[in-house]
């Protein structure tokens, strides 16, 4: 079972696409932190443009 490559295959076909799956990239932790952190920043400027500004009284 755990020598049948064809069996890794399909088990990581039907678990989907999650973390067990990216895990097998070889990606160092610091790529995710970077990615982590890009995507925290993408989401703060989305909400920075979505929220109205208050406009300021002279």
């Known amino acids: 079972m755990y020598n049948n490559p064809a069996g890794s295959v399909g ?7 999650g973390s067990g799956t990216l895990a097998m990239t ?3 932790d610091l790529f995710w932190f970077a990615l982590a ?4 920043l993408a989401l703060g400027l989305a909400i920075k443009r979505i929220v109205p500004v208050r406009a300021q009284a002279n």
């Open 26 to 28: 070889g990606a160092g």
């Open 11 to 17: 088990a990581a076909i039907v678990g989907g696409a």
């Open 37 to 40: 952190a890009f995507a925290m």
